[in-house]
């Protein structure tokens, strides 16, 4: 899969930004395309008044595309319902929803209509207008079933790219670690027919063990281009809770790892956690 959304970013090397908006060759290119696919867009939120608007309006402004947005919250006590409910457009909103973040995602999932399905969560917010059409011209060029692209984090107000870069895809690669951003990863909905949804003892790493599972047996589709944009603050999951989600990972990857790999992925653990605690 080719990349359609350039971005202009500096050296590898200190703090970088990234340009948010794709050439204007590329949207000219792309004005035409028209699709039948439908995205189903799945927001889970809990008190997320703050940052949802973002989300919300990232979804609004996509083009070329039929969304579905799907809100499942989980008892929110503060304004997230009142803008979820003034959505305008396809949209479903689901109350009362708890009992972790992998329960409320496949609530979404089942309550999804379309034939793409994705989780853009109220800290996350698509790259650029374009992101969807972009995706369903993928999904409908390769066949494939399942597809993701990169992100940026937002911190505070400034988009930085990823300080690696990603390997090509291989269930080897996959095994060793993950390297497929949820926000910027989109599914068939037949994907979660087949497989079913996310597993529900998993806490943080529940999409981990979903792309370990799947992966032999389907065929994805990888893009080099940002798709979603994380917003990383110190109270976001992967910041406050890396070691338990680092735990996690490990055991979704002895999971599907075969016996005699086991030594070498406790030892790549060992290095990597002292590494992020010496960070």
Request: net charge positive; charged share 25%; glycine share 6%.
């Amino acid at each position: 899969c080719s990349s359609d959304l350039p971005t202009k970013a500096g050296d590898r090397g200190g703090t970088r930004t990234v340009a948010q908006q794709p050439a204007a060759a590329v949207w000219r290119a792309m004005e035409n395309h028209t699709t039948s696919l439908k995205f189903s867009i799945v927001t889970c939120t809990r008190n997320s008044a703050a940052t949802l608007a973002k989300t919300i309006d990232s979804v609004q402004s996509q083009t070329g595309v039929k969304i579905e947005h799907v809100f499942v919250d989980g008892a929110s006590n503060d304004a997230t319902l009142d803008l979820c409910r003034a959505v305008p457009g396809e949209k479903k909103t689901i109350e009362g929803v708890t009992g972790g973040i992998s329960k409320a995602m496949n609530r979404g999932v089942a309550e999804a209509t379309g034939d793409i399905v994705a989780h853009l969560h109220s800290d996350d917010y698509y790259f650029s207008p374009r992101v969807l059409a972009t995706v369903a011209r993928h999904f409908e060029e390769s066949g494939c079933d399942w597809l993701f692209g990169r992100i940026v984090s937002d911190v505070d107000g400034q988009l930085q790219p990823e300080p690696f870069v990603a390997p090509r895809f291989s269930w080897g690669r996959l095994l060793r670690g993950n390297f497929i951003p949820h926000p910027a990863t989109f599914a068939r909905r037949s994907v979660f027919e087949r497989f079913g949804g996310f597993r529900e003892d998993y806490r943080l790493a529940m999409d981990y063990e979903y792309w370990l599972r799947i992966t032999r047996h389907t065929k994805v589709c990888q893009l080099d281009e940002p798709l979603a944009v994380f917003r990383r603050h110190s109270g976001s999951a992967s910041t406050s809770q890396w070691l338990a989600a680092f735990n996690e990972d490990m055991r979704a990857r002895l999971a599907y790892a075969a016996w005699y790999e086991w030594p070498e992925h406790a030892a790549r653990y060992a290095i990597r956690r002292l590494r992020r605690a010496r960070a």
